[in-house]
């Protein structure tokens, strides 16, 4: 079973920030947050990762609370493009099995 | 484009044929993985390899075999399929045991899989 809680959808308007939450109060000191998004019938696209401290790359920033029982994911300014299904993952990593839920199926509207 | 392709992107097979599907990565990754994608369920991981050894199996039934020649492909053989095997098959692929900082699995765009 998914170790991870999100709500099953969100919307969004183009331009603004997309928030989405994940809740993880079981993680383990040694398990990392992934967050992975698949746009309708293609594979999952891996988006950003993190541990203990917040993240930011090109596509996306990830805050993790300090108790690291949740995080979120932030695109800040979405477009059409990103309208997908966004997985929040814990796993320790090292050729460990991902378990993906069902996700946020996150709808960017114009 | 993640580094990973997969061939064919589309299949659709009688229930008495013999097919494959192929994965090549171009990350210089030791694992591999299969994962299947039924309608409207989650992903499931079905085999592991770490360094061309297998390392997990989860319970996949005998008609899928898996085969990993070298650590940068890996084949899926089908036979006798049955049509609730219908899915979208996807390969990933990561550095493996010795990655640090996290493992991250790049996956590759998919076969979609029909059986008649």
């Known amino acids: ?110 | 484009e993640t580094g990973v392709t997969q061939t064919p992107r589309h299949l659709v097979m009688g229930m008495t044929n013999k097919k494959s599907l192929k994965c090549e990565q171009h990350l210089g990754h030791n694992a591999m993985y299969w994962y299947k994608q039924s309608a409207k369920k989650p992903l499931e991981l079905m085999f592991v390899y770490n360094f061309k050894e297998q390392t997990e199996n989860n319970s996949v039934p005998s008609r899928f075999s898996p085969e990993c020649p070298n650590s940068s492909h890996l084949f899926l053989h089908l036979h006798t399929l049955q049509p609730e095997d219908s899915a979208l098959y996807l390969c990933a692929s990561s550095q493996g045991p010795s990655g640090g900082s996290g493992d991250t699995q790049y996956f590759g765009p998919g076969t979609r899989l029909t059986v008649l």
């Open chain 1, 1 to 110: 079973d998914a170790k991870t809680t999100q709500p099953p959808s969100m919307d969004c308007a183009e331009g603004r920030a997309a928030n989405l939450p994940c809740n993880h109060s079981t993680i383990s000191g040694n398990e990392y947050v992934y967050w992975y998004r698949q746009i309708h019938s293609q594979g999952p696209q891996y988006i950003i990762h993190g541990l203990k401290n917040n993240e930011t790359n090109e596509m996306a920033s990830l805050i993790i609370t300090e108790d690291r029982k949740s995080s979120t994911l932030i695109l800040p300014h979405a477009t059409l493009r990103d309208t997908a299904v966004y997985y929040c993952i814990v796993t320790r990593g090292g050729s460990e099995k991902l378990v993906f839920g069902k996700g946020t199926k996150l709808t960017v509207n114009p």
